[in-house]
C-alpha cells in the first residue's frame, strides 16, 4: 500500500473561487507529481517537484501553482477556478536518484473537482 | 524522447479464459517499464515493473508480463481472468536516457465477462 493522501476526495465549487487540493506522503520520497486526468483518459502531467523548494511545469499547460515546503507536502492550487477545471487531480510520489532509477511512482486516491 | 503505446482501447475476455494487454515502447536508452490498474474513482495502483533481469516478470493479483526487446514490448498476462479484474490499464516506461519522469500509454480498457 502506498502511503500517499489527498484531501478532499470530491469537490464541487463555484466559478472564481480560490482552491487548494492538498497532497501528502510519509514515504519520505524526494519526487512528488500532480497528473490530471478526465474520466477514463490518459494522465496529463501538469507539475512535478525533485524535493524542497524545487517545482517544475509539466507537459500540460495549467493555470494551477504547486509549492514544495516541506518534503512530505505538495499542495496544488487555483487561484481561481473555472468549469474547464473540472477533472480529476492525481497526486504521486517516488523515490529520486538521479537520472538513471527505476524506482516505483505510487499514486494517491485522486481529487475529483467540478467547477460549476 | 520516449513514448508509450496501448494499440487497444479496450479488451474483452470471458471470465477464465486468459488475458492480455498490449503495451510497446519507445526510448533511446534502456526502459524501465510499468503496468498500473485503475478502477473507477480510484487512483492508479502499481502491480508490477520491469527493471532489468528475468524477461518474465511477475506483480499483484496474479498478473505477470513479459519484456521483448527485440519487440520493445511489455505485454500484461493473466492466465484466467476474473469479473474484478475490469478496469483501465495503463502501462509506463522511464528511460535512462531521459530518466526525469514518467510516460503513460493512453490506457487499455478491460472488461471481463461473467
Known amino acids: 500500500e502506498a502511503d500517499i493522501y489527498q484531501t478532499p476526495r470530491y469537490l464541487v465549487i463555484g466559478t472564481g473561487k480560490k482552491i487548494t487540493l492538498e497532497c501528502s506522503q510519509t514515504?519520505?520520497?524526494?519526487?512528488m507529481y500532480w497528473y490530471q486526468q478526465d474520466p477514463g483518459m490518459e494522465l496529463h502531467l501538469i507539475h512535478y517537484?525533485?524535493?524542497?523548494?524545487?517545482?517544475e511545469k509539466g507537459d500540460l499547460s495549467s493555470e494551477s501553482t504547486v509549492s514544495r515546503i516541506r518534503t512530505e507536502h505538495f499542495p496544488l492550487t487555483l487561484e481561481s477556478a473555472r468549469p474547464s477545471h473540472t477533472s480529476q487531480y492525481l497526486c504521486?510520489?517516488?523515490?529520486?536518484?538521479?537520472?538513471?532509477?527505476?524506482?516505483?511512482?505510487?499514486f494517491g486516491e485522486g481529487s475529483w473537482l467540478t467547477v460549476v | 524522447a520516449q513514448s508509450v503505446a496501448q494499440p487497444e482501447d479496450q479488451v474483452n475476455v470471458a471470465e477464465g479464459n486468459p488475458l492480455t494487454v498490449k503495451c510497446t515502447y519507445s526510448?533511446?536508452?534502456?526502459?524501465?517499464l510499468f503496468w498500473y490498474v485503475q478502477y473507477p474513482n480510484r487512483g492508479l495502483q502499481f502491480l508490477l515493473k520491469?527493471?532489468?533481469?528475468?524477461?518474465l516478470v511477475k506483480g499483484s493479483y496474479g498478473f505477470e508480463a513479459e519484456f521483448n526487446k527485440s519487440q520493445t514490448s511489455f505485454h500484461l498476462k493473466k492466465p484466467s481472468a476474473l469479473v474484478s479484474d475490469s478496469a483501465l490499464y495503463f502501462c509506463?516506461?522511464?528511460?535512462?536516457?531521459?530518466?526525469?519522469?514518467?510516460?503513460f500509454g493512453p490506457g487499455t480498457r478491460l472488461s471481463v465477462l461473467p
Open positions: 520491469y527493471i532489468t533481469g528475468d524477461n
Open positions: 517537484s525533485y524535493g524542497v523548494n524545487s517545482t
Open positions: 504521486a510520489s517516488s523515490e529520486y536518484q538521479g537520472i538513471i532509477s527505476g524506482n516505483t511512482i505510487y
Open positions: 509506463a516506461v522511464r528511460d535512462d536516457n531521459y530518466g526525469q519522469n514518467f510516460v
Open positions: 526510448v533511446s536508452g534502456n526502459p524501465y
Open positions: 514515504m519520505g520520497h524526494d519526487k
